[in-house]
């Protein structure tokens, strides 16, 4: 039972991440208010950590992790491992700095994240490729961190303009 219980977590954890990241800016955990700290716990909980544990696997268990994928192992591994512990650290150093900072992570990821959703799609149209690591989690929050942080970086943009006025 606990062994399930671990798996499902792993094998979905940035979704978990995302629901952690949304309680502690209910709670009102962090430094800063509103839009903000809702944006800086989406960077560094489903955007950053889930950027750290997924370069862990495609450079530490590239053959693990292609076979979540449905991908044969690849050396492309490595350079998309690389990708993600850029973009995953970026994202957790945003947690404590600028709107301006936070802004270029959200639209690293961003692009980044939606070039791997559009991958993915490709590959479930094209390949039939319906891997729990392709079609299922992955793919949603390529889709939803995104678009998330677009919209919480812009709430958080406007948060500042009125509170200057």
């Known amino acids: 039972m606990t062994g399930r219980a671990i798996r499902l977590i792993i094998t979905n954890l940035p979704a978990f991440l995302l629901l952690a990241a949304l309680l502690a800016a209910v709670l009102g955990f962090g430094r800063e208010r509103g839009a903000t700290r809702y944006l800086s716990w989406l960077l560094l909980l489903p955007i950053g950590v ?3 544990w997924a370069a862990a696997f495609h450079l530490l268990a590239p053959a693990r992790s292609a076979a979540f994928i449905g991908w044969e192992t690849s050396p492309f591994q490595f350079e998309v ?5 850029a ?3 970026t994202a957790c150093l ?3 700095r600028s709107l301006g900072f936070k802004a270029a992570a959200v639209i690293t990821a961003s692009v980044f994240l939606v070039g791997d959703a559009v991958g993915r799609a490709r590959q479930v149209l094209l390949a039939g490729n319906f891997a729990p690591g392709n079609a299922g989690v992955p793919f949603a929050m390529d889709i939803i961190g ?3 942080g677009l919209i919480l970086l812009g709430f958080a943009a406007r ?3 009125d509170g200057a006025r």
Request: hydrophobic content about 55%.
């Open 87 to 89: 973009i995953g650290a």
């Open 94 to 96: 945003a947690f404590q």
């Open 146 to 148: 995104p678009l998330l």
């Open 50 to 52: 889930t950027g750290l």
């Open 81 to 85: 491992g690389m990708a993600d512990l």
């Open 159 to 161: 948060q500042r303009i």
